[in-house]
């Protein structure tokens, strides 16, 4: 039996055209994280299981994880996200480097998931972070997020940034809900849901947990809160403006460094139970098709502490390739990445030019011209017809008469101008190819 | 217990000088193949292990092979090599899209080996293909494999190409020997040991294959041919002249475009029993210290029979990226990667700075300068000492005095120019930075 000519379900194959538009987003992320000054890392695509058990617990490891035992009997997983491994990675070198630590890397992720829209299991997440930097990175964390979206292109037309500070959520849970541990991290839950969920069935949900009719007057009020002033003003009239204090020094950074456009209070951005422990953000597309998020991320405090090591804070996002090509998408912000582009095609129409040819298109590529040579003689007719199945600048011919010359014929198809150059003045022949003549 | 900080046996970590480095590499490559117009391509990181199954047999698969049991009850491996993906990645468009096909990727796959050096279980491997191009397809690859390492500064005194075909070893052994097929592939594995076993030793192999005198002697005159006359003149004296048309065609044309002095004919580059079918190559370091492989590749007729499609010739090569990391090292071919580049270092020594600090350093990242800024109040002595940990190009410096004149102070590295420009100029202060004053 033939086999599959498929990719293995939720995974892609990324022929030309879907490789260059990675490669250019790719770039994008990687050009803005340098202008920001981080650096790049990256780590294995396998991991022992133990790292994630420690940090995720069991659910994502039973559900999520592709895990095996390797024939050392060590229980191995392919990565299904990036923090696990930079901390492990940051554990080994922070007490050694100055700081903060500026970080990126876009490494290839995989999940056992139900392949659907949006949903693959495999696939690339932008990872930045920035340990020991104080209230500042939180700033620039957001900053970085922001320029690498406007370097597609996009504005606070296309999208925006919802932040929350889990330090802001804890203090109403505990002080002023009143609840324990475990109560709150269900209600933790429940506000990782709010937007997914009927008023009906949050009442329902948040019933459970908060019992009295007092507490569940005042998280409805929290819930319903939409901007930084109202925050403020909630916090103050409830006596907790004390919790509040970086989280309000945060909007104010975010207002004074230009970023109030993007950014926008949401009380239901918890981030569910990670580990984060100060802001927290989720970015989402504007578009009334799309309305989902495409990067999340936050502070933390206690990275470290799984490895023995100091807390060593940071805050950090990953940003999914898949969302945010939806996202582009949806905006028209990508340009068409069909055909490659091709400075030179060299092509030759008698028999007997074939090595003049291969050793001028030699000479242009050590020139920088991306140059393709069409092997065996062509007719003119053919050589135009191949040339336009790619971005094609320029056509080298060489025909009867050329070859007898000692010359090639160059055809800008852009300018339509065609010049025949003597074939061994490649410096000529170079610098009319890029159009300096 | 606290958790490991190392990566998994056999795989690395990448810190930001060891992932510079990386970049570095895959960016000529990828530079060098856009310059062949070679177009970029990837496939997941799994495969169903049929795939390898019907390409290399069980060897591979039962002890190199990193493979498990999906969820889903589906048997999948972690990607050993390109060749199988590639190959049904052709499969799946070799009938829609126009020949040649030029490919190139550089995807990270994984062996369960035994750690050493220059063998790691996670490694990164350049792949570059062209399917349906015909005699001169062989020599592009040969020239293309050499255009790369001569991007990194490498020249044929630190490595040669040694270049042989399966079409002339075929001949020989089944014409000349007169091997049944068991028998050749046994002398294809011998003759694949040559450079590693002793004379002796060589002979004891043979001469369990090789049962008469006459064959052993050929055998043994074959094995020392050194050169692409030499072995013409072998095969005239031995009536199969013919059998080589192809192979002394690519010898002459490899003459021709300038390559002889990268390539040597030797007659125990066989590549195994792998499913090359016409010129085989391996590039190997000069270096007396470091005499291995670097790379390998050579042309198939076959690859897509596996999925029922019509042959579609190719031909193609590995590179790995630890060997050729070794190989560049040995020859001192490598820059310094370990400091990263800043163009400027924006600092301030005052309390009230901070908002003029950011704001400037996103405008001077919007005008393509690499910023960092030095959170919080910073001593100049300080800053210095910070800049020396990278290559600073300038310093933006925030004063007492700065900030009262609303200016900042720019420090050149290089020239010691120091300026006091409007701190709301940016156009001017962006063109200071970059040395266009």
Do not use: C
């Amino acid at each position: 039996m033939a086999l599959t000519k498929s990719p293995y379900r939720g995974t892609r194959d990324f022929f030309p055209a879907q490789m260059r538009l990675r490669n250019y987003i790719f770039q994008k992320m990687s050009e803005v994280s340098e202008l920001f000054a981080y650096e790049p890392y990256d780590g294995p695509i396998l991991e022992e299981v133990d790292l994630y058990l420690a940090k995720s617990g069991e659910e994502l490891i039973n559900e999520q994880i592709y895990s095996f035992t390797d024939r050392g009997d060590r229980k191995v997983a392919i990565r299904p996200e990036m923090t696990p491994t930079v901390a492990r990675m940051a554990a080994q070198v922070h007490r050694e480097i100055a700081k903060p630590i500026r970080w990126y890397a876009i490494p290839n992720l995989m999940r056992y998931e139900k392949p659907q829209r949006g949903r693959l299991r495999e696939f690339w997440q932008y990872n930045a972070d920035i340990f020991g930097a104080g209230e500042l990175g939180d700033v620039e964390i957001v900053q970085l997020a922001v320029e690498i979206l406007r370097s597609f292109g996009a504005t606070d037309a296309h999208f925006e940034i919802l932040v929350n500070d889990r330090r802001v959520v804890d203090s109403i849970f505990k002080k002023l809900l009143r609840l324990d541990d475990p109560s709150a991290q269900k209600l933790y839950k429940v506000v990782d849901r709010v937007k997914k969920v009927t008023p009906e069935a949050l009442a329902k949900l948040t019933g459970e947990i908060l019992s009295d009719g007092g507490s569940a007057e005042l998280f409805s009020e929290y819930i319903r809160l939409t901007s930084f002033t109202d925050l403020a003003s909630f916090l103050e009239r409830n006596g907790l403006s004390d919790d509040a204090r970086e989280f309000l020094t945060f909007s104010k950074n975010l207002a004074s460094f230009g970023l109030s456009a993007y950014v926008k209070y949401d009380p239901s951005i918890v981030r569910g139970l990670d580990y984060y422990t100060g802001i927290v953000f989720e970015i989402f597309d504007k578009h009334p098709d799309n309305r989902r998020a495409l990067a999340g991320g936050g502070a933390y405090a206690n990275l470290l502490q799984i490895f023995n090591e100091q807390p060593l804070a940071g805050v950090g996002f990953g940003l999914g390739e898949v969302p945010l090509t939806e996202f582009l998408t949806s905006h028209k912000l990508l340009r068409d990445f069909s055909r490659p582009r091709i400075d030179v095609l060299v092509s030759y129409q008698v028999a007997g030019a074939e090595k003049t040819a291969l050793v001028l298109a030699g000479d242009l590529r050590a020139r920088g011209l991306k140059t393709e040579v069409i092997f065996g003689e062509t007719k003119t007719k053919k050589v135009f017809a191949q040339s336009e199945r790619k971005h094609v600048s320029s056509i080298v011919f060489i025909g009867e008469e050329e070859l007898r010359a000692g010359q090639v014929q160059v055809k800008n198809l852009e300018t339509k101008a065609t010049l025949s150059i003597d074939q061994r003045d490649v410096e000529t022949i170079a610098r009319t190819l890029k159009g300096q003549t």
